[in-house]
């Protein structure tokens, strides 16, 4: 719950509560944030971890990937070496059945020789049984009938016999097979060749024989191409191309259904005929070896796919890191901040429930956060005398209408002591900038309140004291002023005493002479009244008072000691409404302002001295003008002169203006100088002074 609060009261002082109290003095200026001393930046295993398993499952599917290929590569050899055993079956099946079938036609053939050894019915024999022959042996093109000179006797069929070898030097195959057959008295194979019409061919030669004589030879044509369409069966030729070469790998003849590439091949001698003829079988890639590498394929497709969609974790993992990082630092700063601030701070919600307190307004009130948090009013550092006026202000503030200038209240700590705060509401507003209850900074001015205090009771005394030594300045003339009606007191009463003694008295006589003795009396009491009140200590009060009667006051006091001085003083005071003003504290600042004036005039010429004092109503405020003709005030002391304790006399104590200033101000009024140059002497200051009319 608190760990809630924190994070909603990060989003919301950032937005409102911040600017609210940036520039108050009492926000701490040392607020030292470190992520690294943060607890939860210190212990962070997982970021250490996070590359380490981040790299696993890569190197898992490298190892997979590794595997999959080697078995697939291991498939793929025993395939491999599957199919050629195949192949090589397969071609040692062809070669011999070529082989039989071969010797089954020599067989016959020599049979036929045999039988044509008899000379009757030779050329009848040789044409029947050839045509059988020819029949049942469609790779035979040919069978001929030579003589012993090779000089052909009949061929069957009995076409043009062209089957001689093209551009022959020399022997042609035929001749050469003719020779060998005669001399080694065998059938015998002549050698490959190609006929005039680019057939390739071989022929066999079998000697007939009469008796011990070379009688003839029978010859058999083999146009290897038909030997092999008429031999090879389809299916073979569907699996694999069939290929009569020669050591110099010469083609003779080929037979297949299908073309492209090969994907091995396996050779055989092929004898007969022999000559170095050769049976060559290539065999064609079968359907599963492209299965195979469509698999391969798509392992290796989805491997990659795999490692894209990795590499896009790990930067999404990366980020949601950085991230963390980020949030982690912005909260040890707000922790950091939070510890830091002497300043008391509380949210409530909208209905007035505590859900934050942040650790100074703990210190300040006493009760620590769980004692506080979710409490609704009355809280209790509510201080019980004031819960009315408490708890007025707490509708008022969620009312939304606490004074922005702040205002200020009574508390109460948990043992019992009272305190003052002062209190700036603000709008809690969300992270989605909703408003959701209201901040409070608490500042405990209970010091300052003290020290305000202080500073007043002193001010008071250094009024007092100022004005005793007003009056101490004003001591002598002050007796002169008593001197005269005591004197005329005593003087009388002589008179009186003189008239009792005469016998003569007559109680008309008396009566004026003790008239008159009251009147001194009375004027003497006066006297001694004015200073009696004016060396009272009083609280200041303000209340209604006719300015008119205090300027009047003040001349009474002055007017003895502004004759000895031979200073004029001329007051035009017309009929002014009252002003709200402790009156005690106006005589001060006009007999002030006054005597300094006749001080500044002690050097004039008698002709010069004069002192004016007016007042008149202007912009709902009195202002009072007191001027003098006397030597002016200095530049260079012009902004000293407010200053306490600023003094050019040499008997002066230089508290006077600064008084002044501070009474005015009480006042809501303003004091300040103006240098007369308008005036008859051309020199003189005017001290000008205002008061309201109207109290707050
Ligand atoms: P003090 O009268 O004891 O010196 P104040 O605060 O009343 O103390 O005055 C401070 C100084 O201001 C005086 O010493 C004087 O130099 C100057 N000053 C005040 N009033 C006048 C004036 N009317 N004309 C010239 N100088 C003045």
């Not at 097979?177 to 680019?198: I, M």
């Not at 050591?247 to 080929?254: G, K, M, Q």
């Not at 509380?346 to 007035?352: F, I, P, S, T, Y």
Request: proline share 6%; net charge negative; aromatic share 8%.
């Amino acid at each position: 719950m608190p760990q809630k609060n924190k994070l909603r009261l990060g989003e919301s002082i950032t937005k409102d509560v911040i600017p609210a109290y940036c520039g108050y003095p009492h926000i701490p200026s040392r607020v030292t944030i470190d992520s690294m001393d943060s607890p939860i930046a210190h212990h962070n295993p997982d970021k250490h971890r996070l590359p380490w398993l981040l790299a696993l499952p890569k190197f898992g599917i490298v190892l997979l990937m590794a595997a999959l290929m080697a078995l697939l590569w291991l498939l793929q050899q025993s395939e491999r070496e599957e199919q050629r055993n195949i192949l090589i079956k397969d071609v040692l099946w062809l070669e011999q059945n070529l082989r039989f079938h071969l010797e089954g036609n020599r067989d016959l053939l020599q049979q036929l020789a045999v039988d044509m050894a008899e000379p009757q019915e030779r050329a009848r024999l040789f044409r029947v049984r050839s045509t059988h022959l020819l029949k049942n042996s469609p790779e035979i093109s040919q069978i001929s009938w030579l003589d012993s000179e090779n000089k052909p006797i009949i061929a069957v069929p009995s076409r043009n016999l062209s089957d001689s070898a093209a551009n022959q030097k020399g022997p042609s195959p035929t001749e050469q097979a003719f020779e060998v057959a005669k001399k080694l008295g065998k059938p015998a194979y002549s050698q490959p060749f190609f006929n005039q019409s680019q057939q390739s061919i071989i022929e066999l030669l079998i000697p007939i024989y009469n008796g011990a004589e070379l009688g003839g030879m029978l010859l058999a044509t083999y146009p290897l191409n038909d030997l092999l369409n008429s031999q090879v069966p389809w299916w073979f030729t569907e699996k694999y191309k069939v290929e009569i070469v020669d050591d110099n790998d010469t083609l003779f003849a080929s037979k297949t259904n299908l073309e492209g590439l090969y994907a091995d091949s396996y050779q055989i001698p092929f004898d007969p005929p022999g000559h170095g003829l050769r049976l060559k079988v290539s065999n064609y890639p079968n359907d599963q070896s492209i299965l195979q590498r469509l698999l391969t394929l798509a392992i290796l497709l989805l491997a990659g796919g795999v490692f894209w969609s990795l590499w896009l974790i790990r930067g999404l993992m990366q980020k949601s890191t950085r991230a963390e990082e980020a949030l982690r630092s912005e909260h040890a700063f707000r922790a950091a901040m939070e510890d830091s601030l002497t300043v008391g701070m509380r949210a409530r919600d909208l209905n007035g429930r505590i859900i934050y307190v942040n650790p100074a307004f703990c210190r300040m009130t006493g009760f620590s956060a769980e004692e506080l948090v979710d409490r609704t009013p009355p809280m209790p550092y509510w201080a019980p005398e004031h819960l009315d006026d408490t708890e007025a202000m707490h509708r008022v503030v969620l009312a939304g209408q606490a004074p922005t200038e702040g205002f200020e209240i009574t508390f109460m700590r948990k043992n019992g002591e009272r305190f003052q705060a002062l209190v700036y509401e603000a709008k809690l507003i969300d992270g989605n900038g909703q408003h959701t209850g209201w901040m409070a900074s608490v500042l405990d001015i209970t010091e300052r309140k003290h020290a305000e205090e202080l500073a007043r009771q002193q001010q008071e005394q250094l009024q007092f004291t100022a004005r005793l030594v007003t009056l101490g300045e004003m001591a002598s003339t002050l007796a002169h002023e008593l001197n005269q009606p005591l004197a005329a007191i005593a003087s009388y009463n002589t008179g009186c005493l003189n008239l009792l003694a005469s016998d003569q008295v007559n109680c008309q006589d008396l009566k004026p002479a003790l008239e008159k003795l009251g009147a001194q009396a009375q004027r003497a009491g006066k006297i001694i009244r004015r200073v009696h009140d004016f060396v009272r200590k009083s609280e200041p009060k303000r209340a209604p008072c006719a300015l008119g009667e205090v300027i009047d006051d003040c001349l009474g006091f002055v007017e003895p000691d502004a004759r000895k001085r031979q200073i004029r003083i001329e007051a035009e005071i017309p009929a002014l409404p009252l002003v709200p003003a402790d009156r005690l504290m106006l005589e001060q600042v006009l007999l002030n302002l006054i005597r300094n004036g006749m001080d500044a005039m002690a050097e004039s010429p008698l002709a010069d001295r004069l002192l004016r004092i007016t007042a008149m109503v202007e912009n709902n405020e009195i202002r009072v003008t007191v001027a003098d003709q006397g030597c002016g005030i200095a530049p260079e002391i012009r902004d000293k002169l407010y200053t306490a304790f600023f003094t050019t006399k040499q008997e002066g104590m230089g508290v006077g203006l600064s008084i002044c200033r501070s009474i005015i101000e009480f006042h809501r009024g303003r004091l300040w100088t103006e240098t007369l140059q308008n005036s008859p002497t051309g020199s003189g200051t005017a001290f000008i002074f205002t008061l309201p009319l109207e109290s707050e």
